[in-house]
């Protein structure tokens, strides 16, 4: 009797993980083809006693690395746009950002990065870290660095004194370092 009990007991067992991979199986295909919000049926309609949808994520796409500026590794500066992008070897954005130009702008044109520093005191006074220079126009050097105590002073069109430095954030100054080394291409665009 013993053998006899056993296979009715895998027979039983056999047969339960069956109807479960059956079971499974039916719940599966009649699930929706995506998962939708609480409230809604699985048509995609919400009933009519639940609040509205969410508002969709309205997130601006970063804008587009302009198409004049070359190929390769480069930083990108638009001038108009006051942005600058960092796009990598296969010509894909990494990082793009607002900037506050100086009183003095470089001419559209293709530059390379010359020199850089850590930190040091900017033409105008103010503390800066993560210089980097790439240009030089009317006798002032040009380049990108982020102001130690975060501020992004614009300077009026009728500032007195002539600057070179174009301000960044200080978490998009320290993209800029590591990015843009001595040599590294620097496109500016009109």
Same mark, same amino acid.
């Given at each position: 009797?013993?053998?006899?009990?056993?296979?009715?007991?895998?027979?039983?067992?056999?047969?339960?993980?069956?109807?479960?991979?059956?079971?499974?199986?039916?719940?599966?295909?009649?699930?929706?083809?995506?998962?939708?919000?609480?409230?809604?049926?699985?048509?995609?309609?919400?009933?009519?006693?639940?609040?509205?949808?969410?508002?969709?994520?309205? =997130? &601006?796409? /970063?804008?587009?690395?302009? @198409?004049?500026?070359?190929? $390769?590794? !480069?930083?990108?500066? +638009?001038? *108009?746009?006051?942005?600058?992008?960092?796009?990598?070897?296969?010509?894909?954005?990494?990082?793009?950002?607002?900037?506050?130009?100086?009183?003095?702008?470089?001419?559209?044109?293709?530059?390379?990065?010359?020199?850089?520093?850590?930190?040091?005191?900017?033409?105008?006074?103010?503390?800066?870290?993560?210089?980097?220079?790439?240009?030089?126009?009317?006798?002032?050097?040009?380049?990108?660095?982020?102001?130690?105590?975060?501020? =992004? &002073?614009? /300077?009026?069109?009728?500032? @007195?004194?002539?600057?070179? $430095?174009? !301000?960044?954030?200080? +978490?998009? *100054?320290?993209?800029?370092?590591?990015?843009?080394?001595?040599?590294?291409?620097?496109?500016?665009?009109?």
């Amino acid at each position: 009797m013993p053998a006899k009990s056993s296979t009715i007991v895998t027979a039983l067992t056999a047969a339960a993980l069956v109807a479960v991979g059956v079971l499974g199986y039916q719940a599966s295909a009649s699930a929706p083809d995506r998962l939708t919000a609480r409230g809604e049926s699985h048509h995609g309609k919400r009933a009519a006693h639940h609040s509205p949808p969410a508002k969709k994520d309205r =997130t &601006p796409r /970063p804008a587009a690395v302009p @198409a004049a500026s070359g190929t $390769g590794k !480069r930083v990108v500066y +638009a001038l *108009g746009a006051k942005r600058v992008w960092l796009v990598d070897a296969q010509g894909k954005a990494l990082r793009t950002y607002q900037v506050t130009p100086s009183t003095v702008s470089p001419a559209a044109g293709s530059y390379q990065v010359t020199q850089r520093s850590v930190s040091l005191t900017g033409s105008d006074g103010l503390a800066i870290e993560h210089v980097v220079l790439f240009a030089k126009t009317e006798g002032v050097v040009i380049g990108f660095s982020a102001a130690v105590d975060g501020s =992004t &002073p614009k /300077p009026g069109p009728g500032a @007195a004194k002539k600057t070179g $430095g174009v !301000r960044e954030s200080r +978490a998009d *100054g320290k993209a800029m370092w590591d990015f843009a080394l001595v040599g590294t291409k620097v496109v500016v665009v009109a």
